[in-house]
T-cell receptor, first 115, second 112 residues
């Protein structure tokens, strides 16, 4: 596609429910990244994919968080048993071949609110 | 511990002046440093990258410097315009990986 697409754009969920966030990267971009941004804060790294494998998942905050990528394209970030502190904007980015010199292209994010 | 610090949460300047934003880091040895612009409700947009062996990089009204001894990058916007008002984020690569770590950003407001 022309840009990085994330869905849903907004999600309100009850505490304890599971949520799935989707990221559709730019076609041909082999590297995909998930970040989290809380209100007024910087971007917190969650996980990085190169193809379908995740060389760096060090940023996942707990075992309630998981992510997968299939076919070297779409990625899903799953949060189980959501807590109020999970409320944030979840941003996905992709880059060509994982080369940082090209910069990242970000989606507009999914705003998650846990009530 | 590893830290990326941007000089201030907010910077207000008058239109036409040069805005200078600072990014300092500790316990990183980045090969690359990037700057992004983020508008409210949107994802960050890539602006510039500078490599560790480059001292300065320019793009139109933007200039970035990178001092690996001071562990600091400066981001300048010359002849600033109200449309430059946004949050600016610096990011640098974690050694050995291709993924970037971001600072908290500086919110720039350019007043007419």
């Amino acid at each position: 596609g022309a840009g990085v697409s994330q869905s849903p754009s907004n999600k309100v969920t009850e505490k304890g429910k599971d949520v799935e966030l989707r990221c559709d990267p730019i076609s041909g971009h082999t590297a995909l990244y998930w970040y989290r941004q809380s209100l007024g804060q910087g971007l917190e790294f969650l996980i990085y994919f190169q193809g379908n494998s995740a060389p760096d998942k060090s940023g996942l905050p707990s075992d309630r968080f998981s992510a997968e990528r299939t076919g070297g394209s779409v990625s899903t970030l799953t949060i189980q048993r959501t807590q109020q502190e999970d409320s944030a904007v979840y941003l996905c980015a992709s880059s060509l071949g994982g080369r940082v010199k090209d910069g990242y292209t970000f989606g507009s994010g999914t705003r998650l609110t846990v009530v | 511990s590893q830290k990326i610090e941007q000089n201030s949460e907010a910077l207000n300047i008058q239109e036409g002046k040069t805005a200078t934003l600072t990014c300092n880091y500790t316990n990183y040895s980045p090969a690359y440093l990037q700057w992004y612009r983020q508008d409210p409700g949107r994802g960050p947009v890539f602006l510039l990258l500078i490599r560790e062996n480059e001292k300065e990089k320019r793009k139109e009204r933007l200039k970035v410097t990178f001092d690996t001894t001071l562990k600091q990058s400066l981001f300048h916007i010359t002849a600033s315009q109200p449309a430059d008002s946004a949050t600016y984020l610096c990011a640098l690569d974690k050694l050995g990986n291709n993924d970037m770590r971001f600072g908290a950003g500086t919110r720039l407001t350019v007043k007419p």
